[in-house]
């Protein structure tokens, strides 16, 4: 329903394009790994790959499980709260593992969290948790790479800020863009 609703809405808010480096369908069970720094680039990345055949299982932090409607639609999609900084969090890493062992895909964000800029300005990406390793270890699971370009346009900085930028959004049409890679072992 995330993916479905992504590749809907996001036209309204910007003009999106997706490239990718290899033909064809992706390996079953394989991670796709996404830089990560808006609260908009979920929504990029999940209708990006969408648009390529591609319906992952995500992982994210669990407080979204605490927002109504977005927690049940998480919950009815099968996808994996992220308790970070507890001893639960170990817990993502086994139901990813069993998502990629039944053949679903997977999309994790492996920063482990958003970079602290205001501005709207991309930055660079952080260092990563050793989550993605772990869980391709594993499980002997592929690793997509995907890049992605523009989500600050629609919501950067301060709550005050991103709601502006989602409000706008649809008068200023930003150019968002993702690449996904090969997959790689």
């Not at 260092?127 to 699971?141: D, K």
């Not at 989602?166 to 890679?181: D, N, Q, S």
Request: net charge positive; glycine share 10%.
């Amino acid at each position: 329903m995330l993916s479905r609703t992504a590749a809907v809405l996001l036209p309204l808010f910007g003009r999106l394009t997706v490239t990718r480096e290899t033909a064809g369908p992706f390996p079953a069970g394989s991670v796709f790994v996404a830089n990560h720094d808006s609260t908009a680039d979920p929504v990029l990345v999940l209708a990006a790959l969408r648009e390529v055949g591609v319906t992952p299982v995500v992982l994210a932090t669990a407080g979204l499980w605490r927002v109504p409607v977005l927690g049940h639609a998480l919950s009815r999609g099968g996808h994996v709260p992220v308790h970070r900084g507890s001893a639960r969090a170990a817990d993502a890493l086994e139901a990813a593992a069993e998502a990629v062992r039944s053949g679903r895909h997977v999309l994790m964000y492996p920063e482990g969290g958003l970079p602290s800029r205001l501005d709207a300005g991309c930055a660079a990406p952080r260092s990563f948790r050793t989550g993605l390793a772990r869980l391709s270890a594993a499980t002997g699971a592929p690793v997509v790479p995907v890049g992605q370009v523009g989500a600050r346009r629609l919501a950067s900085g301060p709550v005050a800020k991103q709601l502006a930028g989602v409000f706008t959004a649809p008068v200023r049409r930003p150019r968002l863009h993702v690449h996904i890679g090969r997959p790689v072992h």
